[in-house]
């Protein structure tokens, strides 16, 4: 005789199932809504957290016209066997930032919400969907401009970089939104000498610049073009690459005020609000 699954067991194979982990992730950011803790099976590799987020991707009711980049700290890379993550940015979640406007940036009430100064890779043309391996000179190649902007580091889950990458990773590379700010003219020759502060609520919090991120930003367009290639989803022409903290990443709450200067090009500002269901 067969026997009936418990309801536990039942509850186990659900939270597993990186369909029924995205459509929780999904729910918790269209309410704006956060999530105590992680809504199942934590997944222990990339392949797993890819499972989730792709999954997510077709549940989200929006278009994706870019992607984040992160750093991957280097005493997850051995386990995990890479340096950087990526997670998909929706159209409804790029913000334009002209002049001195402050851009408001919604942060989940209990969930994570941090500033994040970057430099934005515009690709140029469409990626050769057969090309899985790419150089740095090949990845300058597609870029057409790069903008200053600030990432809006943004999850449902409070925990989730305490979690690790591979969770960071399965809700969309931990990304709530983007700010694009004014282009970087001549970036190929200026892009390695632009120094970026960012000032949350009138103090210093982080300096730095491309060179910041390991490889510089550009390492993050070429990781992205591979890693987009072998999932499937080669880059197209358009396609934003946010291509990672360079003055690091400052956790903000409701009522924050963030000014990230880069200079000799502009101040970006921005305000934190709550989140509102989308």
Not at 61 to 71: A, F, L, N, R, T
Request: one cysteine or more; hydrophobic letters at 45%.
């Amino acid at each position: 005789m067969t026997s009936t699954p418990s309801l536990a067991s039942q509850d186990d194979a659900l939270s597993a199932d990186p369909a029924a982990i995205a459509q929780q992730f999904v729910a918790a950011r269209l309410a704006a809504r956060s999530t105590p803790d992680y809504p199942g099976v934590i997944p222990q590799n990339m392949a797993e957290s890819y499972a989730i987020q792709d999954a997510a991707i077709g549940l989200f009711p929006d278009e994706v016209v870019g992607w984040k980049v992160g750093g991957v700290p280097p005493e997850q890379q051995p386990k995990l066997g890479i340096h950087r993550l990526a997670g998909a940015i929706f159209a409804r979640n790029v913000w334009p930032a002209p002049g001195d406007t402050v851009v408001p940036l919604p942060e989940i009430e209990g969930g994570f919400a941090a500033v994040e100064a970057e430099f934005i890779a515009r690709i140029g043309v469409d990626a050769d969907p057969a090309k899985t391996d790419w150089t740095i000179e090949d990845a300058m190649g597609v870029v057409d401009k790069v903008f200053i902007g600030v990432e809006l580091a943004g999850s449902p889950l409070s925990t989730i970089n305490d979690l690790g990458s591979a969770v960071v990773a399965s809700d969309f590379g931990n990304n709530g939104g983007l700010m694009i700010g004014p282009e970087v003219e001549n970036w190929r020759e200026r892009l390695d000498g632009i120094t970026v502060d960012t000032v949350i609520n009138g103090a210093s919090v982080g300096t730095g610049g491309s060179q910041s991120l390991a490889g510089g930003a550009m390492e993050s367009v070429r990781f992205l073009l591979e890693h987009c290639a072998r999932w499937g989803r080669p880059l197209k022409a358009g396609t934003l690459v946010s291509t990672g903290a360079v003055t690091g990443v400052h956790r903000v709450r409701a009522g924050d005020e963030a000014v990230c200067s880069f200079k000799g090009i502009a101040e970006l500002h921005c305000s934190v609000v709550r989140a509102e269901a989308q």
